[in-house]
C-alpha cells in the first residue's frame, strides 16, 4: 500500500528511502529530501514489517484478529508519525509517498530498488550488534541493489570514532606484504 503526502509535479529521479524508525534512519531520510529537492526527484519511504513487529491494530480487540489490511494501515500510521516532523520541516516541494512492505525490510528495499534510480539508508538501524559499522539489511542493499545505493552516516559518536581507529589499524589489499 502506498500513500501520497504531497502532491508535485516533479518527474524527476525516483529515491527510495528506507526507515526503521530510528535516528540514523531519519538522517537518511533528511539527506533524500534535500538530494531530492536539489535534483527534483520524488521520494518513497519504506517500512518492512511483520505481524510480530507491526503495531497492534486499531481494530483488533480481545479474540478477533484483524485483517493483513489493518495491520499494514497500523504500521503505515506509525511510518507517517516518525517522519511528520522531518518530512514537514525539508520536505517543502518534494513529493513523498510512504509504503509498508511485510517482510524483511531488505527484501522490501531490494524489491523496490527494481523501480527506483536511488535508494538511500543510514548505516545502522535499530537491530542487531551496536558496534557494526554496517547494519544487515544496508549491507543487503549495497551488494544486492538494483540501483546505486547511498549510506548515510549519523552524528559521529564514540562507536563510529572506535570504528574508524580500528579500519585504519587494518591494511589494504595494496599494503599487504607480498608472500
Keep these: 500500500m502506498s500513500e501520497t503526502a504531497q502532491q508535485t509535479s516533479a518527474t ?8 526503521d524508525g530510528s535516528e540514523p534512519a531519519l538522517h ?3 539527506w533524500a529530501l534535500d538530494h531530492a529537492r536539489a535534483v527534483g526527484g520524488t521520494i518513497t519511504i519504506v ?29 503505515l500510521d506509525d511510518l507517517r508519525a516518525d517522519v511528520a516532523g522531518t518530512v514537514a520541516t525539508r520536505g517543502e516541494g518534494v513529493a513523498v509517498d510512504y509504503s ?19 535508494v538511500v539508508v ?8 551496536r558496534g557494526l559499522t554496517l547494519g544487515s539489511t544496508t549491507d543487503q542493499l549495497v551488494r544486492h541493489a ?6 548515510v552516516r549519523g ?3 564514540s562507536e563510529t570514532e572506535r570504528t574508524r581507529t580500528l ?13
Design 100 to 118: 509498508a512492505y511485510c517482510g524483511p525490510a531488505g527484501t522490501a528495499l531490494l524489491e523496490a530498488s527494481a523501480e527506483a534510480d536511488l
Design 122 to 129: 543510514s548505516s545502522r538501524g535499530r537491530g542487531g550488534f
Design 28 to 30: 537518511a531520510l533528511e
Design 167 to 179: 579500519d585504519a589499524a587494518v591494511p589494504t589489499a595494496d599494503e599487504q606484504p607480498s608472500a
Design 155 to 157: 552524528a559521529r559518536t
Design 47 to 75: 517500512r518492512g514489517w511483520t505481524f510480530s513487529t507491526a503495531p497492534r491494530p486499531k481494530s483488533q480487540t480481545f479474540g478477533y484478529v484483524p485483517p493483513r489490511a489493518d495491520f499494514e494501515e497500523a504500521v
Design 146 to 151: 538494483s540501483c546505486p545505493v547511498v549510506v
Design 12 to 19: 524527476g529521479p525516483r529515491i527510495v528511502v528506507g526507515n
